[in-house]
């Protein structure tokens, strides 16, 4: 990660532009019977969830979306959402089943089961290929670990997909 500092209304653009690939992506799945688009539901966004779908056998799964711009390769897992209020980062705090995260310049999207990423990722961060960071933001920093996404697909709870 760059020494860059984020502008907020920047990185909210660049997400919802990758919301908006991957809902279109979503939605053109022949088992997905029903998506809701639940980001600006305040309930919602306290469990950090972006949409929900409901497939075929009528079966829900909540997912939070992150949208990527890096072409490095790298995954970013924020532990820590602002330094200043010691405040638990995203990746901890989300209630989601699923976190989809798309490299939007790559057209790479890593479905990831939330539950056992998180467990990996508590066993894993110590390890070479984890760099820790803090990323400036206009209105706080932020803290968490960069790794290479490849990792990921070694373990059963990831998966790849060109979209």
């Given at each position: 990660m760059s020494d860059k500092v984020y502008a907020f209304k920047e990185s909210l653009e660049v997400g919802k532009s990758g919301e908006d690939i991957i809902w279109n992506w979503l939605a053109s799945r022949p088992y997905i019977v029903d998506l809701q688009d639940v980001s600006n539901d305040r309930k919602y966004q306290k469990q950090d969830i972006d949409f929900l779908a409901t497939f075929k056998?009528?079966?829900?799964?909540?997912?939070?979306?992150?949208?990527?711009?890096?072409?490095?390769?790298?995954?970013?897992?924020?532990?820590?959402?602002?330094?200043t209020m010691n405040t638990k980062g995203c990746m901890y705090v989300?209630?989601?089943?699923?976190?989809?995260?798309?490299?939007?310049?790559?057209?790479?999207?890593?479905?990831?089961?939330?539950?056992?990423?998180?467990?990996?990722?508590?066993?894993?961060?110590?390890d070479s290929n984890f760099k820790h960071h803090v990323v400036h933001n206009t209105r706080y920093e932020s803290e968490g670990y960069t790794f290479p996404a490849n990792l990921l697909l070694e373990e059963d709870f990831c998966k790849m997909k060109e979209i």
């Amino acid at each position: 990660m760059s020494d860059k500092v984020y502008a907020f209304k920047e990185s909210l653009e660049v997400g919802k532009s990758g919301e908006d690939i991957i809902w279109n992506w979503l939605a053109s799945r022949p088992y997905i019977v029903d998506l809701q688009d639940v980001s600006n539901d305040r309930k919602y966004q306290k469990q950090d969830i972006d949409f929900l779908a409901t497939f075929k056998d009528g079966t829900q799964i909540s997912l939070e979306i992150k949208t990527d711009t890096y072409t490095t390769g790298n995954i970013y897992f924020e532990t820590i959402s602002d330094v200043t209020m010691n405040t638990k980062g995203c990746m901890y705090v989300t209630k989601a089943d699923f976190l989809l995260y798309y490299f939007i310049n790559d057209n790479k999207l890593y479905i990831i089961k939330m539950d056992e990423y998180k467990k990996w990722f508590n066993r894993h961060k110590k390890d070479s290929n984890f760099k820790h960071h803090v990323v400036h933001n206009t209105r706080y920093e932020s803290e968490g670990y960069t790794f290479p996404a490849n990792l990921l697909l070694e373990e059963d709870f990831c998966k790849m997909k060109e979209i």
